[in-house]
Every structure is written in structure tokens, then in C-alpha cells.
């Protein structure tokens, strides 16, 4: 049987792998800025935001502190459900630190904007978002983001961290999928 690569399910590429390092370096180079003499707390949403988490972390030049959070707003489909779930939370108190949550994508905000409420509630001293990517036309609720890689335009991507039914999130770049994989 042929070998079936990642690459023959991906219509066309949005962002190459080298677009995306140049560009996670240039927000690591601002965030090493902005967050100097900090009590500095970056938080990684799991999964989707993993690549792009460790790729940004290893280019941040000062003293740091890094936490995980798994939360729910997607089944399987492609529609935010409007609500947001913690399946795991912060080991550490962010009372008083600045906290800067990572995520992979903000599509219609609704995640983002819940996690920011329930984040508020712990009283960091700053809370901000950095964004790898940013579908504007698609906002239903507004998020202020601080940092945001790439806008881009109203299509389902995967790789770089991105999935589609769980697939796709070991793809180096960022691409659209064949329509004949949605279909199936
Ligand atoms: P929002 O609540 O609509 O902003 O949804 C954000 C979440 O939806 C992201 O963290 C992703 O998990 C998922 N998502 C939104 N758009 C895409 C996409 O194009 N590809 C893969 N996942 C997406
Ligand atoms: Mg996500």
C-alpha cells in the first residue's frame, strides 16, 4: 500500500513553517520587552496552541514561569459551543503575577473571552492574550489580544498545533484542507 503523507490531504498552504518561525521570534523579541522585571506567567491552552507554546517559549530571553490549561469549546465539529469547560486547570495561584495567555487561534472569541472572565477572577496583576492566529471576520464576541502572529481569513486551517477531527496538528505549516477530507 502507498504511503500516505500529511502533505496530500492539504489543499493549499497558508503559512510555511519558516513564515511561522520568523514571526513567533519577532513576538518573543516583544514579549521579552514588554514583560522585563515581571512576575512573568505565560499560559498554554491545551492542545492546539503546543507547536506554537514551546516554539515562542525557547525564543523568551527573560526569567519565566509556564502553565498549562485544557478547556473545552469544540466537539468534534467545527462550531463553538458557547461555553467554556476546564478539563485541567493552573497548578499555580496567578494572584498578583502578569499573565499572558497562548493560544492557537481566535475564531468567533467565545473561548477566549470566557477564559479571560474566569482567569479575572483569580486577580492577576495583568492578564493579556497572544494570538498565533486571528480570523477577525469571524468575531462574535470582542477580546482585546496584545499579540496577534497572523491574521488570517475565514477558513478552517489545520497543522502547526491545529486539528481537524483530532488529525492534522503535526503538519509544520498551517494549510486548508482538501475538501474531499471534510466530506468524507
Ligand atoms: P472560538 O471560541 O470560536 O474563538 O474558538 C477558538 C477555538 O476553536 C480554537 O482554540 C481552536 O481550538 C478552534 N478553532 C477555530 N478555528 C479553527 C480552525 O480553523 N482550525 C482548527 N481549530 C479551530
Ligand atoms: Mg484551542
Redesign the pocket.
Known amino acids: 500500500m502507498a504511503r500516505h503523507y500529511v502533505e496530500q490531504d492539504i489543499d493549499s498552504i497558508l503559512l510555511s513553517g519558516e513564515q511561522i518561525e520568523k514571526r513567533v521570534k519577532e513576538l518573543a523579541a516583544q514579549i521579552s520587552i514588554d514583560y522585563e522585571g515581571k512576575d512573568f506567567v505565560a499560559i498554554c491552552?491545551l492542545r492546539?496552541?503546543v507547536m506554537f507554546f514551546a516554539d515562542l517559549m525557547r525564543h523568551v530571553t527573560i526569567p519565566m514561569a509556564i502553565e498549562f490549561m485544557s478547556i473545552s469549546?469544540?466537539g468534534s465539529g467545527?462550531?463553538?459551543s458557547g461555553s467554556v469547560k476546564i478539563k485541567y486547570d493552573l497548578e499555580e495561584d496567578i494572584r498578583g503575577k502578569d499573565v499572558l495567555i497562548v493560544?492557537?487561534?481566535?475564531?468567533?472569541?467565545?473561548?477566549?473571552?470566557?477564559l479571560t472572565e474566569l482567569l479575572s477572577a483569580r486577580h492577576p496583576a495583568s492578564l493579556e492574550v497572544c494570538c498565533l492566529?486571528n480570523?477577525q471576520d469571524?468575531?462574535?464576541v470582542e477580546v482585546p489580544i496584545k499579540y496577534t502572529g497572523f491574521d488570517i481569513p475565514d477558513?478552517?486551517?489545520?497543522g502547526y498545533g491545529?486539528?481537524?477531527d483530532s488529525k492534522y496538528r503535526n503538519y509544520c505549516g498551517i494549510g486548508v484542507l482538501k475538501r474531499e477530507i471534510y466530506s468524507d
Open positions: 491552552i492546539g496552541c469549546s469544540y467545527s462550531e463553538s493560544e492557537d487561534i481566535i475564531d468567533t472569541g467565545i473561548t477566549l473571552s470566557n492566529l480570523k469571524r468575531r462574535k477558513e478552517f486551517v489545520v491545529l486539528d481537524y
